[in-house]
T-cell receptor
Framework: GAVVSQHPSRVICKSGTSVKIECRSLDFQATTMFWYRQFPKKSLMLMATSNEGSKATYEQGVEKDKFLINHASLTLSTLTVTSAHPEDSSFYIC??????????FGQGTRLTVV | ELKVEQNPLFLSMQEGKNYTIYCNYSTTSDRLYWYRQDPGKSLESLFVLLSNGAVKQEGRLMASLDTKARLSTLHITAAVHDLSATYFCAVDMGRNQGGKLIFGQGTELSVKP
């Protein structure tokens, strides 16, 4: 399958700071990127869908000013958690797809806000 | 609102036994995925089911899709310890919704010797 590279795999940040997570498609052009959040022992919750060159579409209840998503190229999408707080601590996973094909998942990022 | 429900949510099996995980969903879709997740890791794609009646097998796992019943199953044959993980089904919402996936709650499988 295609490869999606997500970095960093783990990050610890202080409350009030911002942190950026990168998601790159290495061997295909990701026309659509998805960002998910997962709490311990829970399922994946879709946060937003982004299409290259367009504004992201956020799911209900997800604060778009807090979770900034950029999809400026066909191989890179970023999620920035702004003014992070401990309740933002979670496992964040991106996935990318090209057209109507299967989506491929990144390795995930474990965010801890202290 | 689409609901994707898996059962059971927890499954403790003995090695060598067979079992089935069920995934029911509440809206029309003809594309469904099964994933495996190990603790602390991301998702590993197991099966892509693209049409009604699709059946796929890989090793001790077999998945099927019945779009009319809105049901997919993941059957485990002669379980081994290495299959211990959490298994998710995910329903593709289709092109009109950008192809986003909605996940079931997950089934935590523990295979004991």
């Amino acid at each position: 399958g295609a490869v999606v590279s997500q970095h960093p795999s783990r990050v610890i940040c202080k409350s009030g700071t911002s942190v950026k997570i990168e998601c790159r498609s290495l061997d295909f052009q990701a026309t659509t990127m998805f960002w998910y959040r997962q709490f311990p022992k829970k399922s994946l919750m879709l946060m937003a869908t982004s299409n290259e060159g367009s504004k992201a579409t956020y799911e209900q209840g997800v604060e778009k000013d807090k979770f900034l998503i950029n999809h400026a190229s066909l191989t890179l999408s970023t999620l920035t958690v702004t003014s992070a707080h401990p309740e933002d601590s979670s496992f964040y996973i991106c996935s990318g797809k090209q057209g109507g094909t299967e989506a491929f998942f990144g390795q995930g990022t474990r965010l801890t806000v202290v | 609102e689409l609901k994707v429900e898996q059962n059971p949510l927890f499954l403790s099996m003995q090695e060598g036994k067979n079992y089935t995980i069920y995934c029911n969903y509440s809206t029309t879709s003809d594309r469904l995925y099964w994933y495996r997740q190990d603790p602390g890791k991301s998702l590993e794609s197991l099966f892509v089911l693209l049409s009604n009646g699709a059946v796929k097998q890989e090793g001790r796992l077999m998945a099927s899709l019945d779009t009319k019943a809105r049901l997919s199953t993941l059957h485990i044959t002669a379980a081994v310890h290495d299959l211990s993980a959490t298994y998710f089904c995910a329903v593709d919402m289709g092109r009109n919704q950008g192809g986003k996936l909605i996940f079931g709650q997950g089934t935590e499988l523990s295979v004991k010797p």
